[in-house]
């Protein structure tokens, strides 16, 4: 079975400054997708940043990136100039073909960007 | 373009009690997933639809918990009768077939409290 792991619960970091979440994943699949998912206070899920897995490029949108290690099964975000804005549960998650696009997400990290 | 509406926002109900909620999927999403989410966890998957078919249901816990979804677009979720474990987060989200990248734009959710 599928799962995702993140093993940071919490996180902190100064604004404009550069933080990473950790996230890495099991699958005996080959070809898959992966999002980091991210939820403000006000609870609306939305999708930060996605990589295919046929690709070998790190995705990058603005700020944020992703490091993607397909041996190692390993997926972090890097989040460059912190924002305010930022602050919010970060969720990574896996589908496929095989999974019908249904997401399995990690537990979470909780990213607090202080002024 | 409006994205996915959910109702009620929350909703406090006594234990035994039943209750629904209603999903309204972005338009032309052909693809309907209603998550739970408990405090502090990721979202888990309780139903897809594909249209109006069920395809995966299998963490539904089908004693109490029953969804529909109607011509193919609106949804609603049902617990009958509502026990104390119960109280949780509900989101729904919707995709588009044609992106099979499996993109999932989630409602605000709803937060229901059993007492």
């Known amino acids: 079975a599928q799962t995702v792991t993140q093993s940071q619960p919490e996180m902190s970091v100064q604004e404009a400054e550069t933080v990473t979440l950790s996230c890495t994943y099991d699958?005996?699949?080959?070809?898959?997708?992966l999002f980091w998912y991210k939820q403000p206070p006000s609870r609306q899920m939305i999708l930060v940043i996605r990589?295919?897995?046929?690709?070998?490029q790190n995705a990058t949108e603005n700020r944020f990136s992703v490091n993607f290690q397909k041996a190692a099964k390993s997926f972090s975000l890097k989040i460059s100039d912190s924002q305010l804005g930022d602050t919010a549960m970060y969720f990574c998650?896996?589908?496929?073909?095989?999974?019908?696009?249904?997401?399995?997400f990690g537990q979470g990290t909780e990213l607090s960007v202080k002024p | 373009e409006a994205g996915v509406v959910q109702s009620p926002r929350y909703k406090i109900i006594e234990k035994k009690q039943p209750v629904a909620f209603w999903c309204n999927p972005i338009?032309?999403?052909?693809?309907l997933y209603w998550y739970l989410q408990n405090l502090g966890q990721g979202p888990e998957l309780l139903i897809r639809?594909?249209?109006?078919?069920?395809?995966?249901d299998s963490q539904l816990p089908k004693d109490r918990f029953s969804a529909e979804r109607l011509k193919g677009v609106d949804s609603t979720l049902k617990i009958q009768p509502a026990e104390l474990g119960d109280s949780a987060v509900y989101l729904c989200?919707?995709?588009?077939?044609?992106?099979?990248?499996?993109?999932?734009?989630f409602g605000p959710g709803t937060r229901l409290t059993v007492l």
């Open positions: 989200a919707s995709s588009f077939e044609g992106d099979r990248g499996y993109e999932q734009f």
């Open positions: 699958t005996s699949e080959s070809n898959y997708y």
């Open positions: 990589q295919e897995a046929y690709k070998q």
């Open positions: 998650a896996f589908t496929s073909y095989n999974q019908g696009g249904k997401l399995i």
């Open positions: 338009s032309g999403h052909n693809t």
């Open positions: 639809y594909e249209n109006e078919e069920a395809v995966d």
